[in-house]
Nanobody
Framework: QVQLVQSGGGFVQPGGSLRLSCAAS????????MGWYRQAPGKERELVAA???????NYADSVKGRFTISRNNAKNAVYLQMNSLKPEDTAVYYC????????????WGQGTQVTVSS
């Protein structure tokens, strides 16, 4: 049974930084992509950043230049470094891993709250 365990997040003032981590517990193979999503109150879940097995990345326009996604393949982990945080970044952040092993799989972390406020 694979679980994605998230850590990090919390409360920070505007302009501050936070780092989110997500690691898979249990055996997971052939990860095609890892990503971070977020959902603010009253809004739909949106993609924040993704990184593929080859290392290519993409970001939501709203976080480009401020957030950086990275991965550690040996640890089956993905990270999100968030700098210059803004109040509009406040949301619950979820990590995600998708791949294929006898069938497509799609795993989600438990979510972690990020609050940016003065």
């Amino acid at each position: 049974q694979v679980q994605l365990v998230q850590s990090g997040g919390g409360f920070v003032q505007p302009g501050g930084s936070l780092r989110l981590s997500c690691a898979a517990s249990g055996s997971i193979f052939n990860i095609n992509a890892m990503g971070w999503y977020r959902q603010a109150p009253g809004k739909e879940r949106e993609l924040v950043a993704a990184i593929r097995s080859g290392g290519s990345t993409n970001y939501a326009d709203s976080v480009k230049g401020r957030f950086t996604i990275s991965r550690n393949n040996a640890k089956n982990a993905v990270y999100l470094q968030m700098n210059s945080l803004k109040p509009e970044d406040t949301a619950v952040y979820y990590c995600n891993m998708v791949g294929y092993l006898g069938g497509q799989y799609d795993y989600w972390g438990q979510g972690t709250q990020v609050t940016v406020s003065s």
